[in-house]
């Protein structure tokens, strides 16, 4: 636990591109890794089945080579002994017995012909009979050899056991044909019982051999070797050795105490000469002899590690392409961050005309970081965009106050004087004066609402009748104002002179512009929508050109020149409201005349809008 801490703190502070190439690097390195084991152990089991598998074909090769001279033995050595003439001469009971020197010359003369014959027949072996020493042609040692060498041997005792009963022996032979000592040869010799009963009624039996050169043998044995340095030897059922791929190589191996036998388990470890060997055994199909394979595990080592290096060779060939690729990755993703990073420490040095299209080059790859980019700038655009929109909000904001004190130092003095004027024409009795000094008097004290921006739904259209009532002095009451506000709407607020404006409007620009228009009629109404109020104005005048609604009803900030009108009520909603929030000109249906707009307010009480705005 305090090394995995260790190296998660490590981490922590490595720079974000040795991270990043980490990242990269360690679950390939991790899949390598696991890759190369996986392979390492599927390759030995595969090479050491395949070396197996190619050892079992050599050995069956050898095998049914062997197997053949085997086979060729025994088919001659029936052929000696089921040939009649050599049974008829063998059959006499004077045959092979000590006598004159003449009749052992004629039964040489009368037996060699039918050996020559039978060899004649199978070149690649050699017969023979064993005669007594006493017999004079028992010295040829070509086709007849003394019977002394059979009874001489140290093994005599188990071999003449299995003659008698019948079956046959097999062992090494020397050939002693030559006086040369290195030009003998060892043969593998097959023995059998030739049983003559003689004409005096006396049974009798010679031995007789067929043989084949221990060098052929030896060279099959030679081509079941499956690596340089391997031995392979053939023993009998008795655990004799008969021939080996290296007489050398095995005489060295004997010489330390190795022991040749068939007792080895297969694929078992042997330690001989300094050298470990596998060992693998086959049984000949014919018989119950072995082959036996002793394989040095350093050439069978060898072969695989031939094939490790090259899984080496292609791990570091991969890891070397994966570092690379991670560098230039981690290079290029950091690269991009810095370039962030850097406009991001502009910006907080106070640079605001930073943009970082222009700190790296126009190479758009469509990832994350593009659009990190893009909304950077964008975020840039957009602060610069507000501070300049706060700047010019201040400046209205200052005129706006400027106004409202200047309105402040005149109310007063107006409302007073307008009250002498209504008390004084009540006195004369004078109505008509006193109830437009009071309409005018009421106008303005709403107007100024003591300074405040959120005026009572109720106080709003009071307001309204106000200017109404006052302008229908000047054109003789051709206005005619209804209202359709229902009481439950008039207990909500609104901003103040949001309605009165486009009654002006449709006054101004209907018949103060018209002289032909001599009446004007003028709807209030207001509905309850989703929690928001909406107003509609209607008028039957001149109506309004759309592009004219859309410029007046424009998101941008209108000037200071244009008071309390249109554009002004526009932005004072959204400003306060939000976005969704404003005025809408209705043209559709209006094309002949007539005027439509749509007040789109939130709706709050008295108390909630002067929290909002802050007037509280």
């Known amino acids: ?22 990242s990269y690097m360690l679950p390939v390195l991790f899949c390598c890794i696991v890759v190369i084991i996986v392979a390492s152990i599927t390759l030995q089991k595969r090479s050491e089945k395949n070396l197996r598998e190619t050892l079992d074909q050599y050995n069956t090769q050898a095998d049914n080579l062997l197997t053949s001279y085997l086979q060729s033995m025994q088919y001659i050595t029936r052929q000696i002994l089921n040939n009649s003439e050599l049974s008829r001469i063998c059959s006499d009971p004077d045959f092979a017995r000590p006598g004159d020197d003449l009749s052992s010359i004629r039964e040489y003369l009368q037996i060699n012909p039918i050996f020559q014959l039978i060899e004649l027949q199978n070149g690649n072996y050699r017969i023979g009979m064993y005669v007594p020493d006493s017999v004079l042609y028992s010295i040829n040692n070509y086709y007849f050899y003394p019977l002394s060498e059979i009874t001489g041997r140290g093994d005599y005792a188990s071999l003449s056991e299995v003659l008698s009963s019948g079956s046959s022996v097999y062992c090494i032979l020397q050939d002693k044909s030559t006086s040369d000592p290195k030009s003998t040869q060892d043969y593998l010799a097959q023995i059998t019982s030739f049983n003559i009963n003689s004409g005096d009624g006396t049974a009798r039996s010679f031995p007789v051999k067929t043989e084949i050169s221990v060098a052929a043998l030896q060279k099959a044995l030679t081509n079941a ?32 105490n190795f022991h040749v036998n068939n007792t080895f388990a297969d ?41 490790s290096l090259l899984l080496l060779f292609f791990f570091a060939i991969v890891m070397m392409i994966a570092a690379i690729t991670s560098s230039l990755l981690a290079r290029y993703y950091t690269n ?18 930073v943009q970082v299209s222009r700190l790296t080059p126009p190479l758009p790859s469509g990832d994350e970081m593009d659009t990190l980019y893009q909304n950077f700038d964008y975020m840039i655009q957009r602060m610069c965009d507000l501070m300049k929109e706060e700047y010019r909000l201040g400046k209205s904001i200052s005129h706006a106050e400027m106004r409202a004190l200047q309105a402040q130092i005149n109310p007063h003095f107006l409302y007073n004087t307008l009250d002498l004027i209504n008390w004084g024409a009540m006195d004369y009795g004078a109505d008509k004066v006193a109830r437009l000094s009071r309409d005018l008097g009421q106008f303005y004290r709403l107007s100024l609402n003591h300074g405040n921006s959120s005026i009572r739904i109720a106080d709003e259209i009071r307001h309204v009748q106000s200017y109404v009532s006052i302008e229908n002095v000047h054109y003789e009451d051709a206005i005619d104002l209804r209202i359709d506000v229902p009481d439950e709407i008039r207990q909500y607020a609104c901003l103040n002179i949001t309605l009165q404006p486009f009654v002006e409007n449709a006054i101004v620009h209907g018949m103060a512009e018209h002289p032909e228009i001599t009446s004007c009629d003028i709807t209030i109404r207001a509905v309850l929508r989703d929690g928001d109020i909406i107003f509609t104005v209607t008028d039957d005048g001149p109506g309004i050109d759309p592009d004219m609604a859309a410029k007046i009803t424009d998101d941008s900030m209108p000037g200071s020149g244009k008071g309390f009108g249109v554009a002004n009520i526009c932005f004072r909603i959204r400003l306060c409201y939000g976005s969704e929030y404003g005025v809408r000109y209705i043209t559709e249906g209006h094309e002949d005349g007539g005027c439509e707009v749509e007040i789109r307010i939130k709706a709050l009480s008295l108390t909630a809008l002067q929290k909002e705005l802050g007037e509280q």
């Open 267 to 307: 694929w078992s470890t042997i330690r001989s000469c300094g050298t470990d060997y596998y060992v693998y055994r086959h049984r000949l199909s014919s018989n119950n002899w072995w082959i036996v394979s002793l394989i040095p595990r350093a050439e069978y080592g060898r072969q695989v590690y031939s094939l």
């Open 225 to 256: 070797r499956l690596t340089e340095g391997s031995l392979v030897y053939l023993i009998d059922d008795r655990g004799s050795l008969i021939a080996s791929s290296d007489p050398d190589s095995l005489s060295a191996l004997l010489s330390d």
């Open 1 to 22: 636990m305090k090394l995995l801490t260790y190296i998660k703190q490590h981490f922590r502070r490595l720079s974000m591109r040795r991270k990043l190439f980490l």
């Open 336 to 353: 991009r961050i810095s370039v962030l990073n850097s406009a991001i420490n502009e910006v907080k040095g106070g640079n605001l005309s």
